[in-house]
């Protein structure tokens, strides 16, 4: 079932702009959703603004997307801040889709936009922080990448086929990709060995393996009505991830349960995905999703890494754009810059980087952005299923 | 038209309660709006917590609803932060609203909640401060309750008939409502002559014109069916104020705006309004907002509070929960303990203050929030129109 229509969608290219406020940051990618939807600041009914860091980095709180869309020539409509850290885009895009579906609204911007970059790189680290749980993580001493490492370790623990290798080899694929996406921070494709030998992070994940701090920001229109070139929203999940008594439970992860939930919706099964992004915030988080996602078996991620399946030119393309680890990872912003690369891969309109859909009858992408840590779960997962028809 | 019901809401008392987190503070607003509608956290959806200070009060920001609901057994649903300044609330009602007119969601829960007792005033003034476009305020050198003061001035210049002692009356009689509201922050009436003789905040502002700080939350149950007992949402609008390019600009206000827009959905017109709740952060506003929602003509406020209309047992009253000024202004929280009161006052639950319908056709309530400055106008305005049937 299409649920709403994306009209166009832009993007900031990502990277380090410590200069620009918040509203500049975000006028480009507002500027080019306009241009490639065909429509005017006087079209948008309603516009929700994902942002996770902007009150900590700038001051300016409870009314940022009003501060940051008057720069873009919007004002008095509906402008609705969302938050729901890493997971704040996803969250702006599904609150879109809500609205044009509600039938009060035809047409509605959803942004998500970041400035990290602050001048100094342990104050972007407290900031972070702010996006767990901070009662528990204090208390346990936890820590975003540590538990990307713990998962890490546990993956190649619970598969001994998997090598760290394998993980470096997902950075280095990204890498690959990134080099050609202009909207990339990263540029600079990597070999394994590389990424390898750099810098310890926190065992076994090494810098190259890690997203980045970056500023950015990506925006797309969301219509009712399908105007022409848009692409179809089928799916679109919010989950909150759980708090369990008992730590660690068995069944469907969270990220699994959203992810069946949108294919619900979509009424398309993982077969059909011909193009991926997902929330590489590390590189073993890649092939933890995609199994997650069920558009692999669990433990398969090592042999699809290894086979070139995720590559580009791959049958199962992962991160065209490069991910977070190449393209970057803006954190609000990063859930519709995913989104962005879903509908320029599904267009053919991603350039150098283009995946190939030859042999499938759909074209379908899919995005996982997830945000925040409770003690024992992601805090936010989005999905969202999309099709070019 | 009805865009969605509500099954039942809840309040905490607003008050200080500086050893209370803010899961502590929602928890009665949440499980009474439960008890009211008959329904478990299991029941839940999807929830929307408005919230606008508390990255700052409590250091806990990006998945603040995710902390917050935890403790009220709400986990794995969807959980989305929104923010929008005094209008957090209203936001937060809207979005439920959009997400069971989607026909995604069935059931929502709204939630407001506000902790700005942070043991230190000049804290929360720099707190509250951030609700503003603060670029253009630091610049102007301006702050919130030296614009209400503006505007009282303007108005008692524009109005010649008009006195100071008017809108002293406005704090009186609210006080009076205070006084029999259990969920008041303040519960002591004061006479004119007490609220002229306090403290001068911003000339001529006195400290009992004045709004306070409080803690606090207030929910409801937003549902697509109507259930036993619910009460109707007609009219649902969010606007964001203007920026104009040249200040003050003639035309309807944006309140008057978003009024109309709200009563052209609910199919009703100023006079079917019984009961008003609206944003008097200062005295005076209540009655400019009472004007500019069309409820009265330009400057019949002095008029309206001397003859008594306006006090509980008139022909409109306004603000039988004693405002702003009386049942206390927890910013995130306001909008929905408005829509509580409404509620309690429709249904007639509403004890020792409860208004009276004789002779009206229709039960009808109207509340106000509004929300954070820019630098010509209020950031957000929420206008709710409800009907018990």
């Known amino acids: 079932m299409t649920l709403a229509c994306i009209a166009g969608v832009g993007m900031t290219p990502f990277g380090r702009l410590p200069d620009a406020s918040l509203a500049e940051i975000a006028a480009p990618a507002v500027t080019g959703a306009f241009v490639e939807a065909g429509v005017s600041a006087q079209d948008i009914e309603i516009a929700f603004v994902g942002n996770a860091l902007g009150g900590l980095a700038t001051g300016q709180e409870s009314i940022r997307g009003q501060v940051i869309l008057r720069h873009s020539g919007i004002t008095g409509i509906p402008i609705v801040n969302v938050e729901n850290a890493c997971a704040s885009a996803a969250t702006a895009l599904h609150q879109a889709v809500l609205a044009v579906r509600s039938g009060l ?22 900031m972070i922080a702010t996006a767990s749980d901070i009662g528990e993580f204090e208390r346990h001493g936890l820590q975003f990448t540590s538990l990307y490492a713990m998962a890490a ?23 690959a990709n990134g080099e050609l996406n202009p909207y990339a921070q ?5 070999s394994v060995p590389e990424v390898m030998a750099s810098r310890p992070i926190a065992d076994p994940l090494t810098l190259l393996m890690c997203s980045s701090i970056a500023d950015g920001a990506a925006a797309a229109v969301v219509t009712s009505e399908r105007l022409e070139g848009a692409v179809d929203i089928l799916g679109s999940v919010i989950r909150s991830g759980l708090y369990r008594p008992n730590g660690f439970a068995p069944g469907p992860s969270s990220v699994g349960l959203a992810a069946s939930i949108a294919y619900g919706q979509a009424g398309v099964s993982p077969g059909d995905v011909g193009v991926v992004e997902v929330h590489d915030a590390a590189a073993p988080q890649e092939l933890l999703h995609v199994e997650d996602l069920g558009l692999l078996e669990r433990g398969e991620g090592a042999a699809a890494i290894r086979d070139g399946r995720l590559a580009r030119d791959g049958t199962l393309p992962v991160n065209p754009s490069g991910g977070l680890t190449s393209r970057g990872h803006a954190i609000g912003a990063t859930g519709l810059a995913q989104v962005a690369e879903l509908v320029w891969q599904l267009r053919e309109d991603a350039g150098d980087r283009q995946v190939r859909f030859d042999g499938r009858e759909r074209r379908v992408g899919l995005a996982l952005n997830t945000g925040g840590r409770t ?15």
Do not use: C, Q, W
């Not at 001048?119 to 407290?126: E, H, K, P």
């Not at 370790?153 to 990204?174: G, H, Q, T, W």
């Not at 990263?186 to 990597?190: D, Q, T």
């Open 105 to 126: 609204y035809g047409t509605a911007l959803a942004l998500g936009v970041e400035k990290m970059y602050v001048g100094d790189t342990a104050r972007t680290l407290s």
């Open 153 to 175: 370790s546990r993956y190649l623990r619970e598969f001994p086929d998997a090598r760290l290798e394998d993980f470096a080899a997902v950075a280095a694929k990204n890498s």
């Open 375 to 389: 003690v024992d779960d992601r805090a936010a997962i989005g999905v969202h299923v999309l099709e070019l028809r």
């Open 186 to 190: 990263f540029r600079k494709a990597r």
